[in-house]
């Protein structure tokens, strides 16, 4: 459930017309619905009460500060993926000890800043890392936390529901270690100075919408635990990933307390503290993007939409071939007046386009459209691509609205580059 709805025909966001916000900030934009994330996080932490985890937040999903502040205010922490992504959940008020990283390739800044930070949980990818992440910890003097984050090495050829670019957990994967390798690496663990080995984690892809990929995976993860921990290892904490899918179409992904009634069968018997990274789940339907319409033409063939939001700002349709649902922000008044339409942005390239043959009002220069479901993986993928200014974020809260990242401005982008001497 989210709160973007028709009041007399007008889309709002929670309870502010969207016409509003469009007028005061200009398009495209984005905009979240601070009862949305709220609501989201408040299911999630419902259905698992059972085991109290610990949600780090994927902040790849969305870091915008406000997001993030908004959940850290709720009990989130942040599972971060680069030590930029530490810095801004830091920054948003979320306390190191409850921040995880992740990544298969942090770099010695990167390590040496969140050592330094003190953050909860390293979830360590390689051989290679162990030894970087010892030697820092022990040049600086402190011990860091890890886990081995273990790749459960699905088939390559298992259809585990979700796109190929979104999955994670495959013996052809780069991620993980491997977990014929997990044993080994754990007692390199255990020997390496400046380490503490407090936890296992895996994470095998996004946008689930069924339970079996996890129930394949997650018994391997609980029974190498199982070993380690008879074996002696301190495994105190088990980190079991995000991933779990959304509707966005016609896709119905189990509810959060399936998939907790799921997790709690395997992680119960362990005795271990639960950490879990959603992102998708959270922030995904808690928010949306409008546009406007530029112009509208027709091929002779299609009808096309040209719309202010470009694969730039919004990237997933043009690299996953994602579906989003696309509605005006003003409905329809006759029903029956509708056609097939493309909608594409202005972005010189043949795959920037958003949707075909979507059943919509006739369009004209001008009217606003939104594309739901795009809170998470959306603005955080933007680039500049034909030097296209990053397009501003804006929160809702009830009646109230505030842009929480402004639109970039020429000057700030251009003003980037530099001429070499020979050249100035
Ligand atoms: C390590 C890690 N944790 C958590 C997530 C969040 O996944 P999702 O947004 O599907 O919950 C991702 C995203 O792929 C990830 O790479």
Redesign the pocket.
């Known amino acids: 459930m989210d709160h973007f709805t028709y009041r007399n025909g007008i889309l709002h966001a929670e309870d502010v017309p969207v016409p509003a916000i469009a007028e005061a900030v200009g398009t495209p934009f984005y905009c979240y619905s601070t009862a949305t994330l709220t609501r989201h996080y408040t299911v999630l932490e419902e259905a698992f009460s059972a085991l109290s985890p610990l949600f780090c937040f ?1 902040v ?2 969305n870091s915008n500060q406000a997001v993030l502040r908004t959940l850290g205010q709720l009990g989130a922490g942040a ?1 971060c ?1 680069s030590g930029g992504e530490v810095r801004r959940a830091i920054l948003a008020g979320i306390p190191a000890e409850r921040i995880v990283f ?1 990544s298969v390739g942090k770099t010695v800044p990167e390590l040496e800043y969140a050592v330094q930070e003190n953050i909860l949980q390293f979830n360590v990818e390689s051989l290679a890392e162990l030894h970087m992440l010892s030697d820092t910890a022990t040049r600086l003097g402190k011990t860091a936390r890890i886990a081995l984050r273990i790749n459960p090495a699905i088939d390559a050829d298992k259809d585990v529901g979700t796109h190929a670019k ?1 999955s ?1 957990g495959k013996k052809i994967h780069k991620f993980g270690i491997a977990f014929e390798k997990a044993e080994e690496a754990y007692a390199l663990a255990a020997n390496l100075p400046g380490l503490k080995i407090t936890g296992i984690s895996v ?1 095998i ?3 689930f919408t069924s339970l079996e990929p996890f129930r394949w995976a997650f018994p391997r993860i609980i029974e190498l635990t199982t070993r380690l921990k008879q074996n002696g290892l301190p495994i105190d904490s088990i980190d079991l ?4 899918g959304i509707p966005y179409h016609e896709e119905s992904p189990p509810q959060p307390d399936i998939y907790a009634a799921m997790i709690r069968e395997f992680v119960e018997p362990l005795n271990c503290r639960l950490i879990l ?5 959270i922030a995904g339907n808690a928010g949306i993007l409008i546009t406007s319409v530029i112009l509208t033409k027709h091929t002779g063939e299609r009808e096309f939409v040209i719309v202010d939001a470009a694969m730039n700002d919004l990237m997933r349709p043009s690299l996953y071939d994602a579906y989003h649902e696309i509605i005006p922000v003003t409905a329809a008044t006759n029903p029956e007046d509708t056609r097939l339409l493309d909608i594409a942005g202005a972005v010189c390239e043949t795959g920037d386009v958003f949707a075909r043959g979507r059943l919509l009002p006739p369009m004209q220069a001008g009217d606003l459209l939104a594309f739901r479901s795009t809170g ?1 993986y959306g603005a955080v993928m933007a680039g500049n691509y034909n030097t296209r200014l990053l397009i501003p974020e804006v929160m809702v809260h009830g009646n109230a609205f505030a842009i929480v990242r402004k639109r970039q401005t020429y000057d700030t982008l251009i003003g980037m580059d530099e001429q070499p001497p020979w050249l100035a």
Do not use: N, Y
């Open positions: 994927a790849k999903a599972d993926v992740s979104i994670t994470h892809g996004s946008q990933g995000g991933g779990l990274e959603p992102g998708r789940v998470a």
